[in-house]
């Protein structure tokens, strides 16, 4: 009689397997595990000018014409043009400087990346159990950061493990880990049915559920209205989401803090770095401060201004490919 051998063991996001195969254990399963390395892209003048297929030639401009009006709101980005390209990378250094001090690593994703919303690395790649999966984004200015994010995991030696196609559209902007076994998924303007589901197929093999969250028009990614700041709490813009996902929070026994009229918006889009240390943009008002410390998070803030009035914060600016597990 031969004895066959069980050669799917043992499972591709396994430890051992991650680390014989791949050289370390790759991805997230949480906002919130300590973070070890992130994919960033520094603003700088040159590619901000420059489209992301363009071959780093300078824009004509007409792709954020194009996009203006169903990708973000007219005024709602400063022109390209009259950005504050030389705050934009001190604020980026600064950022990079400060996950340094907690022993972050920082990759970058290249010099051949080009587009107005390049130095937000966070929506092409989402990062799972065990590796990446590639988004596909559906403006102009943005179309093809992915094929450039792709090659920058390929370098890392992250496995990929699925490209959205098709016309599925996702950014990883609007998604995010409730739990390890709890992915939320902003549907909107670019990110729709068939980009989640594939996605799900993913998450699906790996025993995480996806939650969707259908957001108001105008609002293209969850994370300007939602952040996982420690395993049991959020923060929260409830004017920008539904109710039932709020719902949907509290059933998992996740409470919710949300922003009141002297917080600055932007708050919520930030980055926790390890358990109970998040880094904010300046704008916290004193008494949502005083909540959050009360439940014992040590709160960073960091000046990010100048790249808000390009349309992206501090979570747009980091995609985190490698984060501890919550045990």
């Known amino acids: 009689m031969v004895s066959l051998p069980n050669a799917t063991e043992p499972p591709f996001e396994s430890e051992r397997e ?75 250094h600064n950022l990079v400087d400060v996950l340094g001090g907690w022993d972050v690593e920082v990759a970058t994703i290249g010099d051949a990346a080009g587009g107005r919303f390049s130095c937000y690395a966070r929506d092409p790649v989402v990062a799972v159990k065990g590796g990446a999966v590639v988004g596909r984004l559906p403006a102009l200015t943005r179309r093809g950061e992915q094929r450039w994010a792709a090659e920058a995991l390929a370098r890392l030696g992250m496995p990929v493990i699925r490209t959205v196609t098709g016309a599925g559209t996702l950014e990883g902007g609007s998604v995010a880990w409730v739990d390890s076994t709890c992915v939320a998924v902003g549907r909107s303007n670019c990110v729709n049915e068939e980009g989640t589901r594939q996605l799900e197929e993913v998450l699906g093999g790996q025993g995480v559920e996806v ?79 005083s909540r959050l410390e009360k439940r014992g998070l040590e709160i960073v803030t960091v000046p990010f201004d100048a790249m808000h009035e390009n349309g992206g914060g501090i979570r747009c600016s980091t995609c985190p490919l490698v984060r501890d597990p919550i045990s």
């Open 18 to 92: 991650q680390v014989e195969v791949w050289g370390r254990v790759w991805g997230c399963d949480s906002e919130v595990g300590r973070l070890r390395l992130v994919l960033m892209q520094p603003p700088e003048r040159r590619r901000l000018l420059a489209d992301p297929l363009s071959g780093g030639r300078p824009s004509d401009l007409s792709s954020d014409a194009d996009d203006e009006h169903w990708y973000w709101a007219p005024g709602e980005c400063t022109p390209r043009s009259d950005l504050r390209f030389a705050a934009m990378l001190t604020e980026w």
């Open 211 to 289: 939650l969707r969250v259908d957001l108001p028009f105008g609002e293209i990614h969850l994370d300007g209205a939602f952040a996982m700041l420690l395993p049991d709490l959020a923060l929260i813009d409830p004017v920008r989401l539904p109710y039932t996902f709020v719902e949907q929070l509290d059933a998992r026994g996740i409470d919710s803090v949300p922003l009141r009229e002297d917080d600055d918006r932007w708050i919520v889009n930030c980055l926790v770095v390890r358990p109970g240390l998040v880094v904010m943009p300046e704008g916290l008002s004193g008494e949502t401060r």
